[in-house]
């Protein structure tokens, strides 16, 4: 089975998208299947058209950087315009049995257009939706005249695709209300690869002598800085804390739009010298990070983004027999049992969470059972060999409706 993957962009940037689909083509080979690349401009500039990355070969679209290209609706205009030119040229290359697109829906209109013209099935996968991550970024105002376009681009694309699938029931739910036939839509649920994360890594103690967090009671967070993920009320959360627990540190790894915002509110808040801001730290070190960490905490906000789409960092959490606390969104819901793999607290409360975290603490006792039923639940259920297994009735099916022999 010859799958063509078109993805938004892949390693060797870091993000969430790019791990998932690292660890989506990882399992994928390990079943056998074939699999190949190809990144919009959205990849940025590369010194190669063609590149090989992690033992995986990737193919990128040529970006041009003409003034006009990077206006409002003119760009995203320029990403499907660029990336349908590039995907005819590769689809020619690797005679693919399959296309499967990647949000956003900007790589699935491409797609649907040359596996028409080519007579290739699509599978369009959907992460997010575009029009939701608009809004948290302040590019598009909720249900206004550009997130209705956006969106009803996206049901357009969802209505085409020969197969669909998602990463979580909130989003599979969603579709299927856009009047998406649900036996065409099917989840394949963000997961962990257990061969990455060790319950016992020794702490790395001259990262801890030059953080300042010997003998310090730490918490925290490690991620990227959105004014989705609510690291305000994080650091509302410490005045409370603090008389109880005159040694406690809020450890931030990571950056992103919020950094400066969060710095300023750390001086506002009197509690600069309880925070501690590493900045972006390379991916194959944020191990040492989480050892400093006694319990981590995710803050998301409630919105549609949030209580739709279910996150990595609980699970990356639980693989790793770390203590965490989470708040009450509808993507952490669908992960985490409250009392028994996490504890969960009203979103947007400071005073919610001061009162977990301090719970937590009081309760020594609960933590040995807060590990094992974590870790046990990516072990037997939200590994990537289960999670990727799901592709292969979906691809499967489309084979045999092309009338191909299924390997």
């Known amino acids: ?5 078109i993805l938004d962009h892949s390693i060797p940037l870091h993000s969430g998208y790019t791990f998932r689909t690292r660890s989506i083509l990882k399992a994928q080979r390990a079943l056998g299947w074939e699999t190949f690349h190809l990144t919009s401009i959205k990849q940025g500039l590369t010194n190669s058209l063609e590149e090989l990355i992690d033992n995986f070969h990737f193919y990128r679209t040529p970006v041009n950087n003409r003034f006009i290209n990077t206006l409002p609706i003119i760009n995203q205009i320029a990403v499907m315009t660029s990336l349908t030119q590039r995907l005819n040229e590769v689809v020619d290359i690797v005679k693919p049995d399959i296309l499967h697109a990647h949000s956003p829906v900007l790589n699935a209109i491409p797609t649907l257009y040359v596996g028409k013209r080519k007579g290739i099935p699509v599978v369009y996968e959907v992460r997010a939706f575009w ?3 608009a809004v948290d970024h302040g590019t598009s105002n909720a249900w206004g005249l550009r997130y209705r376009l956006t969106r009803g681009l996206e049901t357009y694309a969802l209505k085409r695709a020969n197969a669909i699938t998602t990463i979580c029931e909130g989003l599979r ?12 839509v099917t989840t394949i649920p963000n997961a962990v690869d257990l061969t990455q994360f060790s319950l016992d890594h020794p702490t790395d103690h001259s990262l801890k002598l030059r953080l300042g967090l010997q003998n310090k ?3 925290g ?3 990227s800085f959105y004014a989705y993920e609510g690291l305000e009320i994080l650091l509302r959360s410490l005045p409370s804390l603090l008389p109880l627990y005159p040694d406690l540190h809020l450890l931030l790894v990571g950056g992103g739009p919020q950094e400066n915002f969060l710095k300023q509110l750390s001086q506002t808040l009197g509690i600069q010298d309880k925070v501690i801001f590493t900045g972006r730290v390379p991916h194959e070190q944020v191990e040492k990070y989480y050892d400093l960490i006694e319990v981590l905490v995710y803050t998301r906000l409630s919105m549609r983004l949030t209580d739709l789409v ?7 959490a639980m693989a790793q027999g770390k203590l965490f606390i989470a708040s009450d969104v509808g993507g952490h819901r669908e992960l985490i049992r409250d009392g028994e793999t996490g504890l969960l607290f009203k979103s947007g409360d400071p005073d919610a969470l001061a009162k977990k975290i301090i719970y937590l603490f009081n309760t020594p006792d609960l933590w040995k059972s807060l590990i094992r039923a974590g870790r046990a639940y990516v072990e037997n259920e939200r590994n990537w060999e289960n999670s990727v297994a799901r592709y292969n009735p979906v691809y499967n099916q489309l084979l045999i409706e092309q009338g191909k022999t299924v390997e």
């Open 1 to 5: 089975m010859r799958i063509l993957h």
């Open 131 to 133: 029009e939701d991550a």
């Open 173 to 184: 739910n969603d579709i299927v209300k856009r009047g998406i036939d649900e036996h065409k």
């Open 217 to 219: 009671r730490v918490i």
């Open 221 to 223: 967070f490690i991620g």
């Open 310 to 316: 279910t996150p990595l960092k609980p699970l990356e």
